[in-house]
């Protein structure tokens, strides 16, 4: 998987660099086949859809089990809908999630939402970390409805709600 928003040529010198690299590899990692099915612009047309987290039926994919699901980032007024697999979070303007807060990371952290409905917050090497719940997040830490995020002084409250489809029409 190669993602545009996860370069380092915006970093300057070796050590941050190479933090940001170790992270964007543990982030890519952590993604999984089978979560890269359900959100197929990652997918390049020659990418291989195998391996132990790919769970296709039969007759091909079928929609993930997320789209019952609405997943989005709260920072006051202001809300972030997240989609399934990586979404990007810090001030650059291609994020998924854009931060206008100069203490904030070009590149802060990142969101996965896997397909079978797990939440996961990776720090990209940020230079002033990403807290959870008040804790500095040590590596990959899974999200729950709720869960408060923080990023210098910015708090983001991440949400899971239960869309249930509306009924059909009768007729």
């Given at each position: 998987m190669s993602d545009p928003r996860l370069q380092s040529l915006h970093l300057e010198g070796?050590?941050?660099?190479?933090?940001?690299?170790a992270a964007r590899q543990a982030l890519q990692a952590a993604v999984g086949s089978h979560t890269l099915a359900?959100?197929?612009?990652?997918?390049?047309?020659?990418?291989?859809?195998?391996?132990?987290?790919?769970?296709?039926?039969?007759?091909?994919?079928?929609?993930?089990?997320?789209g019952r699901f609405t997943f989005y980032l709260k920072d006051g007024s202001n809300v972030f809908p997240l989609h399934l697999g990586l979404n990007s979070v810090g001030?650059?303007?291609?994020?998924?999630?854009?931060?206008?807060?100069?203490?904030?990371?070009?590149?802060?952290?990142?969101?996965?939402?896997?397909?079978?409905?797990?939440?996961?917050?990776h720090d990209v090497a940020s230079k002033n970390g990403t807290l959870l719940n008040g804790k500095k997040i040590p590596g990959p830490t899974?999200?729950?409805?709720?869960?408060?995020?923080?990023?210098?002084?910015?708090?983001?409250?991440?949400?899971?709600?239960?869309a249930l489809p509306e009924p059909a029409a009768a007729g």
């Amino acid at each position: 998987m190669s993602d545009p928003r996860l370069q380092s040529l915006h970093l300057e010198g070796q050590p941050r660099r190479e933090q940001f690299r170790a992270a964007r590899q543990a982030l890519q990692a952590a993604v999984g086949s089978h979560t890269l099915a359900g959100d197929l612009r990652l997918l390049a047309p020659d990418d291989r859809l195998d391996g132990p987290t790919l769970a296709a039926p039969s007759g091909g994919f079928a929609a993930p089990p997320a789209g019952r699901f609405t997943f989005y980032l709260k920072d006051g007024s202001n809300v972030f809908p997240l989609h399934l697999g990586l979404n990007s979070v810090g001030r650059l303007p291609d994020n998924d999630v854009v931060v206008r807060d100069e203490c904030v990371s070009r590149r802060h952290c990142a969101i996965l939402v896997h397909s079978d409905l797990r939440c996961e917050l990776h720090d990209v090497a940020s230079k002033n970390g990403t807290l959870l719940n008040g804790k500095k997040i040590p590596g990959p830490t899974r999200l729950q409805s709720g869960d408060q995020i923080m990023l210098c002084n910015r708090r983001l409250t991440f949400h899971v709600t239960d869309a249930l489809p509306e009924p059909a029409a009768a007729g």
